[in-house]
Structures are given as structure tokens and as C-alpha cells.
């Protein structure tokens, strides 16, 4: 069964940094989507950053020049490093892992999400 563990969040003050990790295990095809998402109370789960198998990556435009995704080592790893932090980023943030078996299959899995609270 694949499993999403996600860690490295916190609270931080405006300015500050935090590094996100998230591990994938399990049966998980090699071509692969993954990248964070973050959710606001009361709004819904937007796009932060993507990176494919091959290490394209995408970010919304709010965290350009902010943030970086990164694959790790180890395959199925993906981290956010987040510097510059400023309080409108506050929300949970939650890994992603997207693929295709063939082109009829798609598999979707979320991690637990982790708490980011950026505040003086």
C-alpha cells in the first residue's frame, strides 16, 4: 500500500525558513508527479510546487523566487525549502504523488498534511 509521510513543519517568524520533507513508499509506478499543495481555513487546496520524474518543476507564482522543490536521493522523496516566509503562507501543507498506469489509470495519493504557521 503506498504511504505519504510528511514532516518539518512548524511555526516560524516572518522571514524565516523551514524545509518540508515527504516520503512515498510502496508499489509506486517510476514515472512520476510529485509536489506539495497547501490549504488556508476556509479555502480550498491550491498548487505550491511540482516536480516530475525528470525534474521539471512548476510553482505558483506566489512562492517564485521564494521557494524550491526538490527530488531527493532516495527515489520517491520530494522536499520544499521555504525562505522568505511571510505570514500569508501559513496554512497545512500537503504532499502529492500523481502517475498513470497506461492511459485509462491514474493513481492519486495524499499525504497527512503538516502544519506551517508563520506569525511574530
Known amino acids: 500500500q503506498v504511504q505519504l509521510v510528511e514532516s518539518g513543519g512548524g511555526l516560524v517568524q516572518p522571514g524565516g525558513s523551514l524545509r518540508l520533507s515527504c516520503a512515498a513508499s510502496g508499489n509506486i509506478f517510476r514515472d512520476n508527479t510529485m509536489g506539495w499543495y497547501r490549504q488556508a481555513p476556509g479555502e480550498q487546496r491550491d498548487l505550491v510546487a511540482l516536480?516530475?520524474?525528470?525534474?521539471?518543476?512548476n510553482y505558483s507564482d506566489s512562492v517564485k523566487g521564494r521557494f524550491t522543490v526538490s527530488r531527493g536521493n532516495a527515489k520517491n522523496t520530494v522536499y520544499l525549502q521555504m525562505n522568505n516566509l511571510k505570514p500569508e503562507d501559513t496554512a497545512v501543507y500537503y504532499c502529492n504523488l500523481d502517475y498513470w498506469l497506461g492511459r485509462r489509470t491514474r493513481y492519486v495519493y495524499w499525504g497527512q498534511g503538516t502544519q506551517v504557521t508563520v506569525s511574530s
Open positions: 516536480i516530475t520524474s525528470g525534474g521539471s518543476t
